[in-house]
């Protein structure tokens, strides 16, 4: 149980393991049951409750001092909004979590089932792939596109150049899916 408060520094969430390690830092021996009913000096037992809703993504549940209710004191919850460091933490995590989730879905095929996949199942050739990347308007982009496709050794679905070239044939999200599923048997 961690309903335990230390009045003197108003540290929460004690256990009884942490008042044991306060009375040896105090140089004291202390014997305390695992019951802990508040009846030491320095420290009281409070009632538990849930923190209050709230979003987490801008705000956070701090304990404040316990109050009496009814008589028992009872743990009591402030919800303040988070600091720039909290904030950056959170959309750093955000950012780690669509990463991990993009790294997780990507499906990595080698060209040669790329073409063998696109072939099969859409009777697209090299030759339809190379028409299309030469209809890329922008000089740069297409040059890109280009190198991207033709320096590849593997082909990653969720690549740029993938992604303009399923648009340009006109595959869509779930044709182009079924192709790098079916690539992976080949």
């Known amino acids: 149980m961690n309903n335990i408060r230390n009045t003197e520094t108003g540290e929460f969430g004690l256990s009884v393991g942490d008042m044991r ?10 014997m305390i049951a695992d019951e802990f009913e508040g009846v030491l000096e320095h420290f009281e037992s409070y009632s538990a409750t849930v923190q209050p809703e709230h979003d987490a993504t801008t705000h956070k549940a701090v304990q404040i001092a316990p109050k009496k209710v009814g008589g028992v004191l009872t743990q009591k919850w402030q919800i303040v909004a988070l600091n720039g460091d909290e904030l950056a933490q959170i ?31 859409r009777g697209i050739k090299d030759s339809d792939i190379d028409a299309q990347i030469d209809q890329v308007p922008d000089e740069t982009q297409r040059y890109r596109a280009r ?40």
Do not use: C, H
Not at 21 to 30: I, K, L, N, P
């Open 21 to 30: 390690s306060w009375f040896a830092q105090e140089g004291r021996v202390a």
């Open 91 to 121: 959309d750093a995590q955000r950012v780690a979590d669509e990463k991990a989730a993009a790294d997780a879905a990507r499906i990595t095929i080698t060209k040669r089932q790329a073409l063998l996949a696109l072939f099969d199942l």
């Open 147 to 186: 190198v991207d496709w033709q320096g590849a050794a593997s082909i990653e679905s969720d690549s740029p150049t993938v992604q303009m070239l399923a648009a340009s044939l006109d595959l869509s999200a779930s044709n182009l899916q079924a192709l790098f599923d079916y690539a992976k048997t080949l």
